[in-house]
C-alpha cells in the first residue's frame, strides 16, 4: 500500500469539558491521544498538531498560528511537515476508531479517483476529521483560502471539504465517535468494559503499557489458565501464563514478534498438557484400587 502520513489535531479549548487537557484524558488507561496514535503507527511521519506530552511513539509536534485558531489553521500547520502523497487526518479524541476504518479510507483516497475520502456518520454527517487527503489538493486549497480569507484561523471546515471532490465511507457506528463532553468520555469508558470487549482492551492497553509488539492469542491463555487452576490448583493459573510468557521471552529473544507469538503458543501448548498430566495423576492417585 503507498505511504501516508498522519496528522492528529490535538489543540483546542475543551470548553464543554471545563477547560480540560483532553488528549491527555484517559479512556481504558490510555490517553485518548494514545489510542489515536496506535491506529495510524504504520504511518511515514506523524504529525500531532498541539501542546507537547508524552506519547505512545515518536511523533513531530507542531502548533497553529495562532494557537486557538482552529481546525483549518491546524491543519495547515500539520501539512507543512509531511511530505508523503496522502495525509489522514484526524481528531485526537476517538476512542474507538479502528486500524479497519483507516485502511477503508486510504483504499477509497486511492490518486487519480477522487481527492480524498472522508467518513460519515450513521446519521449520513460527513466527518472531515476521520479523513484521508491527498496532499497536493489539500494544500491548494488550504493556500486558495488562505488568500481568500487573509489566513485560515476561525473559518469552518466545510469551506475545505466543499471544494473537494471526496469519497465517503459508511464506517461503523463508533468509528467517529468523539469525546466532547464528560458524558462522553463517561459513555467511553462504560463501552470499553462491556463483556464482549474488555479483554481485548486490557490486552490491548497493557501491551501499549509494556511497550510490548505482539499478537496473543487470548483464548490460548486463558484455556492454559483454566486448565492450570482445575488441573493443580486455583493459584496455579496466574504463576503458570507468567512461566509460559517468560518461556517464550527467552526462546525468541532478538527475533520477530511473529516468532515470539509462536513461542507463546508452543509454551502454552507444553503447559497445557503438563497440567492435564498432573490433573490425572490426581485422578488416579484417588481412586481405589489405582496403582
Keep these: 500500500m503507498t505511504a501516508y502520513d498522519a496528522i492528529v489535531l490535538a489543540g483546542g479549548a475543551a470548553k464543554r469539558l471545563g477547560g480540560a487537557d483532553k488528549p491527555g484524558l484517559h479512556v481504558g488507561g490510555?490517553?485518548?491521544?494514545?489510542?489515536?496514535?496506535?491506529?495510524?503507527?504504520?504511518?511515514?511521519?506523524?504529525?500531532?498538531?498541539?501542546?507537547?506530552?508524552?506519547?505512545?511513539?515518536?511523533?513531530?509536534?507542531?502548533?497553529?498560528?495562532?494557537?486557538?485558531?482552529?481546525?483549518?489553521?491546524?491543519?495547515?500547520?500539520?501539512?507543512?511537515?509531511?511530505?508523503?502523497?496522502?495525509v489522514l487526518v484526524l481528531s485526537a479524541d476517538l476512542p474507538f476508531l479502528g486500524e479497519s476504518?483507516?485502511?477503508?479510507?486510504?483504499?477509497?483516497?486511492?490518486?487519480?479517483?477522487?481527492?480524498?475520502?472522508?467518513?460519515?456518520?450513521?446519521?449520513?454527517?460527513?466527518?472531515?476529521?476521520?479523513?484521508?487527503?491527498?496532499?497536493?489538493?489539500?494544500?491548494?486549497?488550504?493556500?486558495?483560502?488562505?488568500?481568500?480569507?487573509?489566513?485560515?484561523?476561525?473559518?469552518?471546515?466545510?469551506?475545505?471539504?466543499?471544494?473537494?471532490?471526496?469519497?465517503?465511507?459508511?464506517?461503523?457506528?463508533?468509528?467517529?465517535?468523539?469525546?466532547?463532553?464528560?458524558?462522553?468520555i463517561a459513555a467511553a469508558r462504560a463501552r470499553i468494559r462491556e463483556h464482549g470487549t474488555v479483554l481485548d482492551e486490557w490486552i490491548t492497553a497493557v501491551k501499549n503499557e509494556l511497550g510490548i509488539e505482539l499478537d496473543v492469542d487470548t483464548g490460548v491463555l486463558l484455556d492454559l489458565a483454566r486448565d492450570a487452576a482445575h488441573g493443580v490448583a486455583r493459584p496455579a493459573a496466574p504463576l503458570t501464563t507468567f512461566l509460559v510468557g517468560y518461556a517464550a521471552a527467552m526462546a525468541s529473544s532478538g527475533k520477530s514478534p511473529e516468532a515470539a507469538a509462536d513461542a507463546v503458543a508452543e509454551a502454552s501448548r507444553k503447559a497445557v498438557a503438563l497440567a492435564l498430566r498432573w490433573e490425572e495423576e490426581t485422578a488416579a492417585g484417588s481412586g481405589s484400587g489405582t496403582p
Design 30 to 86: 490510555r490517553a485518548l491521544l494514545d489510542r489515536v496514535l496506535a491506529v495510524c503507527a504504520d504511518a511515514g511521519s506523524t504529525v500531532v498538531v498541539g501542546g507537547r506530552r508524552p506519547t505512545v511513539r515518536p511523533v513531530t509536534w507542531t502548533r497553529e498560528v495562532p494557537q486557538g485558531g482552529g481546525p483549518l489553521a491546524a491543519l495547515g500547520a500539520g501539512v507543512r511537515h509531511t511530505d508523503a502523497e496522502r
Design 101 to 184: 476504518t483507516v485502511r477503508s479510507l486510504l483504499a477509497a483516497a486511492e490518486p487519480d479517483i477522487h481527492e480524498g475520502a472522508l467518513c460519515t456518520d450513521e446519521d449520513g454527517r460527513d466527518q472531515p476529521l476521520v479523513a484521508v487527503y491527498r496532499t497536493e489538493p489539500l494544500r491548494r486549497e488550504l493556500g486558495l483560502l488562505a488568500t481568500e480569507h487573509g489566513g485560515l484561523a476561525g473559518l469552518p471546515l466545510r469551506l475545505l471539504t466543499t471544494e473537494l471532490d471526496l469519497a465517503r465511507v459508511q464506517a461503523g457506528p463508533l468509528a467517529s465517535f468523539d469525546c466532547d463532553t464528560w458524558e462522553d
